[in-house]
């Protein structure tokens, strides 16, 4: 702060010069402006890491510590310089500011024990804040506010103080933000900013020397946070670049500047034009943070700094890097039958229920024999909650740890998988934009080498129409919203656009729900693998279903011109093939042939049946099945859809269903280009079970096959 404080202090003696008026002593001028060009704006500045995905890296954690910092000292020189400003001489200024910093005192050793003492007693803690402690919260702070006015210093120092004393327990303080943040975001934001806007006049710009003033107002409030912080940063072993980068977010003014500006133009501090010259700064300063700290500091050079940070031998000209390329940093790889790696997103709630399901199905059994597959499951959970422009956020965001420590979805998967035995579970929590889901998942699967990327889609309509229940008055209604929106074929054609590990959309419709009095109701169900059109995806599909073998049972179906027939898989067989690196290389048929070796009866068959005239291969393979699908069961199919393909189809139009299902389906072509042609036809026939829509990656989707 030291070098913007003291540019700014340089300026102000023009500025004061261009103000022409002598009831405000220079030396207040003077501190004020100091105070103005060395603030930073840490709501802004966390919101540009999180939307920037660098609060993880070197710099965001750099910055996010500076820029807290930097926002306590500057409200504390703040509170001083207006107490300078309402007093007549220096003695008075000391008693104002003495007295402010006594009812602060006050407020952290007397009322700050009561609160909390009033927060246990009304169970805010485990319960979020309720009406009572919520009415005594709002009443502290108007109290505060009016106590700090009455001593002299500005009315948003109370408020500030009655914030401090908010215990951050249990995430407290973040319930009772979320509790006022609408009215606040909808109504006085709104109003602040009118009032501020009407206090511009961008029409006092009007002389040379004035645009100068702008010019080098802007200039120095750059100069001083970029040139200050990047010396800092570079002394402390950051590269060029990355101390840059700090400089540029800490130069950020953003809100809390404009706030700063009022105060200074209510209190008589600042005239109307040298007003207008600070808030253009503060805009342009803002505008500027977030395109230059992009060019500055890309994707593929936070890879580069972190492949630096791990390895502190590595030199950047040692390698010949593709700037371009997001994926510059890798993960060593363990041999393919020591572990299994799982990447699943949890951004909804309704989505444990099943993804704990399949979990449970994967953990290999401990005490099967030696020579049977054993290899570690490592689990990968991402929890991705949206980031909004709730100021809730921006607090979650400032303690993230904790935030992820608190996570009840996270916690109960700890639980969870702790419980069964689970090797390895790695959770991580970040708040992204919704279009940003896929392509943050994509990215840590990258980093992680995961095996395979496990999506969870509970979309408005995963439950079949026909068994969901409306209200006689919405019926009409309804018929009008039965169709999944465009964002959900979206979503699943960007899920898709992961290649470089196997991808599977989870499609649920019941699958690991448990109704209350029937909790063996999931016990018997049956996993079903129909290979229609062969290739890459069919055999990941295959190869997915056989890792949950143990604990159900797995049926293959194929259709074939010649006779019916049946074999089975033993559990040799099985292992042997999920051990082998090139099966997901190899042809479907020496797949199967090398798979299914014997006639004694096994939990894993293959059927193959002989296909009916005029009927589409999906429904021969239906037909055969001895029990219906049931909401309980679960189908693994391979998408089988080539680019090409997908391109072909006009998407999201409503068409007539193959196999003679009804036309009013909720599903458009969209999902048939995204979803491929087997698990639409599934979904639009109305069948209760859920789905796993099997993609290969790209490198073993080349290889030839032989289906």
Known sequence: MALPFGLGAAVSVGLYKLQNENNIPFSSFLLFLGVAMAITAFPVLARILAELKLLRTRVGVITMSAGLLNDCVAWVLLALVVALLNSSGGLEALYVFLTTAAFALFLIIFIAPLYRRLAIKTGSFEHGPSPFLM???????????????????????????????IPHDHDLAIKITEKIEDIVNIVFLPLYFTLSGLKTQIGLLNTGEVWGYVILVIFLACFGKIVGCAIAARVTGLTTRESLTIGFLMSCKGLVELIVLNIGHDAGVLNDQIFVIMVVMALITTFMTTPTVMWLYPEWYQKLSAERFVNPEFEEDSVDIDKKDPSVLGTSRLEPDQYFSLVTMLNRIDTVPSMMALIRLLKQDPLAPEHYNKSRLDIHALRLLELTQRASDIMKIQDLRETQKQDPVLNVLRTFTSLIGIESLQTRLDFRTPSEYISTVSDYSESVSADMVLLPWVSNNHVPVQQQEVNPMDQHAAADWKSYPVSDADFAASAYAITHATVGLFIDRGFGHVQDGNPRSQRNFQIIVPITHGGADDRAALLFALRLYVKADVLVLKSTLGESS????????????????????????????????????????????????????????????????????????GRSISASNAASLPAYTPTPLEGGSSSNSPYSRGFKSALGNTAYQILSAGTLASLVVIQAPASDALHPTDA
Not at 140 to 157: E, K, M, Q, R, Y
Not at 603 to 628: G, H, I, M, W
Request: glycine letters at 6%; a negative charge.
């Open 135 to 165: 009415a005594v919260t709002m009443l502290l702070v108007l109290i505060s506010a009016f106590v700090t006015d009455i001593i002299g210093v500005h009315p948003i120092f109370g408020g500030f103080l009655a914030g401090v004393i």
């Open 566 to 637: 049946t074999t089975y898989a033993t559990k040799e067989s099985i292992q042997h093939t999920l051990n082998t690196a090139s099966a997901l290389h190899t042809s479907d048929d020496s797949l199967i042939q090398g798979l299914f070796t014997s006639s004694i009866v096994s939990s894993v068959v293959f059927r193959s049946v002989k296909q009916s005239a005029n009927v589409s291969e999906y429904s021969t393979l239906l037909d055969s099945l001895e029990t219906p699908l049931g909401k309980h069961d679960l189908v693994v199919l």
